[in-house]
């Protein structure tokens, strides 16, 4: 058995997607939170504190999903690494790469549009 710190233990294979529904709770939930406790006013449009907040996590949680995609991708290239080592490798760096790609592209629309409208 792996390491739990190891880039070739198996777990690493779900975890791209669990940190992105960890951040899909965080950022709906901190929407539904920030839009109760102080809505920002209509008129300002998407660029209120909030949607910066937001964009914020969201920008945080890509860059740490990409990092860890290529963290995996370069841990899949290694010469020493036996074939079972490479592939869950490899499916870790494509979880996690599209775990990134969502983040982006359920980010957008929350970034572009009113918060609490």
């Not at 529904?21 to 901190?30: D, E, K, Q, T």
């Not at 740490?64 to 290239?77: C, V």
């Not at 490798?89 to 996690?96: K, R």
Request: hydrophobic share 55%; aromatic share 8%; proline share 8%.
């Amino acid at each position: 058995m792996q390491s739990l710190r190891s880039v070739y233990n198996p777990i690493h294979i779900a975890s791209g997607l669990s940190i992105w529904s960890l951040w899909f709770v965080a950022l709906y939930g901190g929407q539904g939170v920030g839009c109760s406790v102080a809505p920002p006013p209509l008129e300002d449009g998407p660029w209120t504190w909030l949607n910066l907040a937001l964009g914020v996590l969201s920008l945080c949680t890509a860059a740490l999903l990409l990092g860890l995609a290529r963290l995996f991708q370069q841990a899949a290239k290694r010469p020493h690494c036996s074939e079972r080592e490479r592939f869950v490798a490899s499916v870790s760096a494509a979880g996690h790469l599209i775990a990134a790609i969502a983040v982006v592209f359920i980010a957008l629309p929350v970034m572009a549009l009113p918060p609490c409208a």
